[in-house]
């Protein structure tokens, strides 16, 4: 195990050494830097994605970040390190507002990333499809593949970690004191620390408003593929609890599950991204 551990640390220090050029326009290895346009919510914006082509027939994977996250985080550049390794494809971007994309992050909205997401992948995927979302990431994979199956797409398995589908309205306005909905409704914002990132955390009354109309946790959540959930004991952002509701809710699909017992809601530990990618070699198998 010790061994493994090591050798993930090396291989994500490797990744996070290579540096992105300008003047090339590429990354020093097989992801390229490239920004598509979109329009999402009636507002064009480039969007900035990050593409491994694959070398083997194995599944494409496509990484979906969490809420405020970019594409540049510890566990989304060992994924694509180990893609490379493997052959895989991999399938990066940063949502409108977030990271190198344009758009402006209050002006989001789960409808907006959701579109913009749907957009990276009919450019870019071809063939069976892993989709890998962290946090809000595993909400949106589960409306992506609800789109997905109205086209007749199905995807080939969805690894979520700590997902956090329905948070708007099943997480985070139950836990606001009434001066703070107060200022959602009235203000049409609020700002509050964040204990993940320098910036505050930013949220709107559209979020929240746009939020109730992509709930799945409603019991007629279906995503065609298997699923595989890992979730931190000690989460406080998205309690485990919220992650046993999906796999209960996920009845007709098969799911397995895995409680980190000492793992908070990040998960990215050499030991969490080490068994990240230990499940998701078994779900491409």
């Known amino acids: 195990m010790l061994g493994h551990a090591k050798a993930i640390r090396a291989a994500t220090a490797r990744f996070s050494s290579t540096i992105f050029s300008e003047k090339h326009g590429k990354f020093r290895g097989q992801c390229m830097l490239q920004f598509i346009d979109v329009e999402s919510g009636g507002q064009p914006h480039k969007i900035a994605v990050e593409h491994a082509p694959r070398s083997s027939e194995a599944p494409g994977i496509m990484w979906l970040g969490g809420y405020r996250s970019d594409m540049t985080g510890s566990k989304a550049q060992a994924l694509a390190h180990w893609c490379a390794g493997q052959g895989f494809s991999c399938l990066r971007h940063d949502y409108s507002g977030h990271g190198r994309s344009g758009g402006t992050f209050a002006d989001g909205c789960i409808s907006n990333w959701l579109e913009g997401s749907l957009a990276v992948f009919d450019r870019f995927a071809s063939g069976p499809q892993i989709l890998v979302g962290s946090s809000m990431g595993g909400w949106i994979a589960l409306l992506m593949a609800r789109e997905l199956a109205t086209r007749g797409i199905a995807l080939h398995a969805m690894l979520l970690i700590a997902p956090a589908p329905d948070f708007t309205e099943r997480l985070l ?11 959602i409704l009235e203000q049409g914002y609020l700002e509050e620390p964040s204990q993940y990132s320098g910036e505050p955390n930013l949220y709107t009354r559209k979020l929240f408003e746009d939020g109730r109309r992509n709930l799945v946790l409603d019991g007629n959540l279906r995503t065609h593929c298997k699923v595989h959930i890992l979730q931190g004991r000690q989460d406080t952002a998205v309690p485990w ?26 998960l990215s530990r050499d030991q969490d991204i080490e068994l990240m990618l230990r499940v998701l070699a078994q779900l491409a198998a």
């Open 173 to 183: 306005w139950p836990s606001l004191n009434d001066e703070q909905r107060r200022a």
């Open 241 to 266: 609890t919220h992650a046993m509701e999906l796999a209960a809710q996920l009845f007709a699909d098969p799911v397995s599950m895995t409680l980190v017992p000492d793992g908070d809601h990040r």
